[in-house]
T-cell receptor
């Protein structure tokens, strides 16, 4: 079935350090992988996404890598800041005309000043 | 602000009752999605509509139903409510609704069943 595993569930880093969150998906037909940031009590916000024809994508301090063979993708945040503290969700969507997103369980990132 | 609106923001009701959650998509978006977020289940896909038609269904309970109207707004109806239905319900919208289509989330409706 469709499943996305996300690790770690919690991550604490010092300000300025890097943070890495990893996800593994089960559906080999998945071809779109967004990452969402959710602050407490607020809506999930899309921060970066990657499509299966690309291996890496970068946007300022955020980067995502995709390994289709291993069905694995990761979020990398460099030079972390306290405002990066939030819950991060990875998700996967299979090819086709539906938009069903399968989410990972979430990672609570704490950046200590 | 994503441009997706949801009402009400908060809803408190008793077990056995029925509620309706409303969502208006971003201007120009044809597809609407409903997600449930509870503490122990994370974000769960419920259902997707595209231009008024159901396009995909997730683990949506039979007590729940949804529809998308000609003006593209959507409603999620929850009936015979149970304590376990307490959760944040998010609506999202996207332009077309297919693979690779970015989804933008609304602010959510927090439902508390007592």
């Amino acid at each position: 079935g469709e499943n996305v595993e996300q690790h770690p569930s919690t991550l604490s880093v010092q300000e300025g350090d890097s943070a890495v969150i990893k996800c593994t998906y089960s559906d080999s037909a998945s071809n779109y992988f967004p990452w969402y940031k959710q602050e407490l009590g607020k809506r999930p916000q899309l921060i970066i996404d990657i499509r299966s024809n690309v291996g890496e994508k970068k946007d300022q301090r955020i980067a995502v890598t995709l390994n289709k063979t291993a069905k694995h993708f990761s979020l990398h945040i460099t030079e972390t800041q306290p405002e990066d503290s939030a819950v991060y969700f990875c998700a996967a969507k299979r090819s086709g005309n539906t938009g069903k997103l399968i989410f990972g369980q979430g990672t609570t990132l704490q950046v200590k000043p | 602000d994503s441009g997706v609106t949801q009402t009400p923001k908060h809803l408190i009701t008793a077990t056995g009752q029925r509620v309706t959650l409303r969502c208006s998509p971003r201007s120009g978006d044809l597809s609407v999605y409903w997600y449930q977020q509870s503490l122990d289940q994370g974000l769960q896909f419920l259902i997707q509509y595209y231009n008024g038609e159901e396009r995909a269904k997730g683990n949506i309970l039979e007590r729940f139903s949804a529809q998308q109207f000609p003006d593209l707004h959507s409603e999620l109806n929850l009936s015979s409510l149970e304590l376990g239905d307490s959760a944040l319900y998010f609506c999202a919208s996207s332009t077309l609704g297919g693979a690779g289509d970015e989804q933008y989330f609304g602010p959510g409706t927090r439902l508390t069943v007592t």
